[in-house]
């Protein structure tokens, strides 16, 4: 699709899976000013038992919103590949507001299930990248829907990267508090997650917003990398009181029935001034029966 720009809204729905050996074709979109998702889909993906790779998801604009439960998805169900989602946006992307009781978060969520295809991984580069309210950028190994019981096989995650020019501004959680903003990876399988990396010249997360790598079952954990001039780790969720988090972990608090028993990621942080404050954490974390990773911090200034 090329265009000056492009706005799906209201159950608008952009579909171009595979369901057999052949590779799934790829969605691209070209446009001069703006894309908006607003409560709508974009999905490609490789169907249950099949073998054929999924396509890629590509957007070129200077501006890209996904807002009020829409979903960019380019997934594996079968063997083969998941296909990878690459964003370059020169201004700003967005990824907000998850609604009350949504089966799915709101974002970019580059799954592995239920087979053993290679999850795709997903690249953002802009100059302010946003992310609020419940939305999430994720590449998980399984995974686990709103509420309902967790998905506990699927291949290897995909790995992240976003990079922002300016700024990278992650905060808050869904209205009814059960999904927090941010990046992550995770695997609830034996398949190792994938890993995270930021890369910009300033990251806020504030108000409960977790930006994290995870093993919730036997996978090894992902490794998270963050590389800014100036890192702030502020405060709590006003809604359930949980802090704000950048952190590798074996199991999660928020997961509390799944036991991780694979070796957590490392959390490596490098930054000219670092900044926790009012509750925020920092963490390498072991909950359960896994290694904790290692922690490296560089930087001129931790407060």
């Known amino acids: 699709i090329q265009t000056n720009s492009l706005s799906l809204q209201n159950g ?3 579909f171009n899976p595979t369901f057999g050996a052949a590779m799934g074709g790829n969605i691209t979109f070209q ?16 169907a249950l038992g099949t073998s054929g790779a999924a396509g890629n998801l590509s957007i070129n604009a200077n501006r890209v919103a996904i807002v009020e439960g829409s979903v960019l998805s380019s997934a594996t169900y079968g063997s083969g590949r998941g296909g990878n989602v690459t964003i370059y946006a020169a201004e700003s992307v967005e990824a907000s507001r998850t609604p009350e009781n949504a089966l799915l978060p709101t974002g970019i969520l580059n799954n592995s299930l239920y087979g053993t295809g290679q999850g795709g991984n997903i690249e953002i580069r802009t100059r302010l990248f946003i992310n609020r309210d419940g939305a999430l950028v994720v590449t998980n190994s399984g995974g686990v829907l709103p509420r309902l019981f967790p998905i506990l096989t699927g291949g290897p995650g995909g790995n992240i990267l976003i990079e922002a020019t300016e700024l990278m501004d992650i905060s808050g959680v869904s209205p009814d508090g059960f999904i927090a903003s941010g990046p992550g990876t ?7 997650a994938g890993n995270l990396t930021l890369s910009t010249p300033r ?3 504030a108000d409960g917003a977790i930006i994290s790598s ?7 954990g992902g490794d998270l990398t963050v590389n800014a001039d100036s890192i702030e780790l502020i405060g709590r969720s006003p809604k359930t009181g949980n802090p704000t988090t950048l952190i590798t972990s074996s199991g999660r608090t928020d997961f509390a029935p799944l036991i991780g028993a694979g070796a957590a990621g490392n959390l490596t942080v ?3 001034s670092l ?9 390498v974390r072991s909950f ?6 290692t922690l490296a911090v560089v930087a001129d200034s931790i407060r």
């Open 275 to 283: 900044v926790v404050r009012d509750g925020a954490t920092l963490n």
């Open 288 to 293: 359960g029966r896994g290694d904790a990773g």
């Open 12 to 14: 608008s729905f952009i």
């Open 203 to 205: 990251l806020v997360a």
């Open 186 to 192: 995770t695997t609830f399988s034996s398949s190792k």
């Open 270 to 272: 490098n930054a000219r």
């Open 214 to 220: 995870a093993t919730l079952s036997v996978g090894q």
């Open 31 to 46: 446009a001069d000013d703006a894309v908006d998702f607003s409560r709508s889909a974009v999905i490609t993906y490789s």
